[in-house]
């Protein structure tokens, strides 16, 4: 083990500090259309010093990628001229224990980055009033 890097005692620092939950409406999947109209998917996009990283976990992947806008655009307003319902959230570090099971989907995923810790939140609209 001599090549690879030793976990830090402590939790790093994180190079984002800002982030932008965006709501989507759309239902590639079937069964998504069950959830609330408007609020049938997240993803989350994160402020860092160069630009914005937006983080999209999808059924199938998760998309990573990289905002053409500068790093203090109102982002939330931009994704709203596009039909979203967006928030801008304060992502902060979870207590360090491991986080219970759950499947993996995207509001999981979004709770995780932002390090939330809400066990019965589930849809994005419970997302949504979380951190609304």
């Known amino acids: ?42 993803f989350v996009a994160l402020g860092a010093p160069g630009g914005w990283i937006v983080i999209d976990p999808m059924s199938n992947l998760t998309e990573v990628s990289v905002l053409p806008l500068e790093a203090d655009c109102d982002v939330a307003a931009w994704y709203r001229g596009r039909g979203h319902t967006a928030i801008e959230v304060r992502p902060r570090l979870p207590p360090r224990r491991p986080t219970p099971w759950r499947p993996h989907t995207c509001v999981e995923a979004v709770k995780r980055i932002l390090g939330l810790r809400a066990p019965y939140v589930l849809t994005p609209w419970q997302l949504y009033r979380l951190i609304s």
């Open 1 to 42: 083990m001599s090549g690879l890097a030793q976990p830090s005692a402590a939790l790093p620092e994180r190079p984002w500090s800002r982030a932008v939950v965006v709501f989507v409406g759309r239902a590639d999947l079937w069964w998504l259309r069950l959830l609330r109209p408007g609020f049938r998917h997240c």
